[in-house]
């Protein structure tokens, strides 16, 4: 009897383990549940970043390491077994499709301004013509002056201003010169016109004398656009602009072109010039031509 009753034993042995196997298989299959598929339980979502626009910013997002919106789909759940049915959400009234309201229209754009007219600039009224002046007078020059003495000439380029004596004719009839014991004065032809006044005016002056160099020593060295200014007794000072500078024989000495009238105040400066004598003396003389330009205050 011994050696049967070993073997039941053995048997509620095994059959206490297969029915408590069988109790922890119920309770995990009732208590507990399946996992979703042979991986591990999804791990709860990450908070989603800040909404990018474009594809430049859901590559932005992605190398942050966090989701990119719309890219992700999660895994669904495996059912659980033995669970109850669930039940079917009622279906739902699907809303009438929304009348679309239809895009604004743009609006117009502005018409441009209407383009203003230029209104053209009116012409100037033509100068009035310059009344004729008298034959021998140039253009821009002042009027003649009246008749008044001259009483100082001065030659800026040549560095001199000397006072003025009244000379007449010699015993030949030719002019004077002044004297030569004062070789720092010049001499006007007083019977002449006067500086400044309609005609031909004549101041002369000593080139050196035997004591030294006199006032009109350099008066060969000046050149057309020069100046020469003449104070007169009435306190104005007649300007006058050298035309040009030439050299006479004596013996061919051109009286007329010289002396001659022009029709405009024109000055005349002499002194002697080309070879020195010492019996004769110079053999030519040296003539400046020049005209009036202005009138000024101070000489």
Known sequence: ???????????????????????????LVVGGFWWAGDDEPAAPPLAAAPAASGEAGAAAAAAAGAPAALDRKAKPEAPQENAPPQEKA???????PSES???????????????????????????????????????????PLPRSRPTAVAVPAITIEAPVIDLGLDAKGQLATPPVDNPGVVGWYAKGVTPGERGT?????????????AVFLNLGVLNPGNTVRVARADGKVAVFTVDRVKTYAKDDFPDKEVYGATGRPELRLLTCGGSFDRKTGYDANIVVFAHLTDIAQKI
């Open 1 to 27: 009897m011994a050696p049967r009753r070993s073997r039941i034993t053995r048997r509620r042995r095994r059959l206490f383990r297969l029915a408590r196997t069988v109790t922890m298989v119920v309770v």
């Open 90 to 96: 009622p279906p739902q009234e699907k809303a009438p």
């Open 101 to 143: 309201a239809p895009a604004p229209k743009s609006a117009p754009a502005p018409k441009a301004a209407p383009t203003t007219k230029v209104t053209p600039t009116p012409k100037a009224a033509p100068a009035p013509k310059a009344a004729p002046r008298s034959k021998g007078a140039s253009q821009g020059a002042p009027a």
């Open 201 to 213: 005016a004549v101041v002369v002056g000593h080139r050196d004398t035997l004591t030294g160099p």
